[in-house]
């Protein structure tokens, strides 16, 4: 997955996406109201606070993000996602609307997907370095699996950062995307928004406030970082981002979408519990207000149709049909990240 257009936006109209891994919702909120100059970073987004996720890791939370379709582990993980993406209103919606659509996300395991819909995805047939892709695979597995305490031994160093290995003699010139918070950053900070005609659609994933915990709020690498440091990380690597947009003439009719996968459950962070409510932030077509939260009861199950009416020019506090005050049930779905045999499905008809 290449870096290709992350940085073309339309004249006309587009819809970002920016994940950060991890962020949790409580912890999100104690850390913006001790910093409050980062309200200023929100001006114009609505927060919901009271957001029920769907998964508690990545791998099956950011394709419903996306797409909108459950994975319930009966057929091959390929098979769902060329099935979510054909059955995906959101994205009959773009692709209906001629939108460039651009996903900068590694573990969309993409092999069944016809490439022309994600103009950013090349194929690779030849590794560089075999030696060093088997290196890079073992340390993503062990960030992916590991014990929270053993992660830190995973973390990819310049040296075998795993886009290297995935170039052949003929893709020497390619820029592949990486979701390294510091690396994100200072992409982001080195690069100018180029206009382009065609309507953009933009999916960023970015490491967040996964573990472990490297960064604090100025990008300077951590021996022994917290949590709260990760989501101050998060917090300048997302406005940076959203500080380009506001410095071309773009960001008004720019849909902005900021959230997580997932949360964390921070007194046993490597529990599959207590993750069920991670940040959704919202900006909509040419909003301006100050920041503003929302505690309406909603789920990352409403956020095919919350998107397709933000592309139609809704507000962020008209997303959803759901109100502050209003009660509902809401599913999470369970199943270990390893041996995913059993998914348990829990309801819950109270606060996230």
Known sequence: MTADGAFDMSENMNFVIFLLDAVDEKEFEKVIYDNPEYLDYFDGFTAYTNVMGMYPYTTRAVPYILFGEKYDNTYFYSNYLRRAINNSLFFQELFNKNFDCRVYFE??????????????????????????????????????????????????????????????????????????????????????????????????????????????????????????????????????????LKESNVYDNTVIVILSDHGLNVSDPSSNYGKQNPILLIKGLGEKHSFITNDAPVSHSDLQQAFIRLLNGCSSSEAFEWEEGDERERIHLISDVVIESDIYEFVSSSHA
Not at 159 to 167: A, G, Q, S, V
């Open 107 to 244: 573990y969309l395991y993409l092999t069944e997907i016809n490439h022309s819909e994600f103009k950013n995805f090349v194929n690779v047939e030849n590794f560089k370095s075999p030696e060093k892709f088997c290196k890079m695979l073992m340390k993503l597995t062990g960030l992916q699996y590991l014990p929270y305490e053993l992660k830190r031994f995973c973390v990819l160093t310049p040296e075998d950062i795993y886009l290297d290995t995935l170039k052949t003699a003929e893709q020497q010139d390619i820029d592949y995307y990486s979701f390294n918070n510091k690396e994100l950053y200072e992409r982001i900070k080195s690069s100018k928004i180029r206009e382009v005609k065609d309507n953009c659609f933009r999916f960023f994933y970015a490491h967040g406030a996964h573990a472990p915990w490297l960064y604090d709020s100025e990008m300077n690498l951590l021996e022994n970082g917290t949590y709260d440091e990760a989501i101050q990380c998060s917090v300048t690597l997302v406005n940076s981002y959203v500080e380009k």
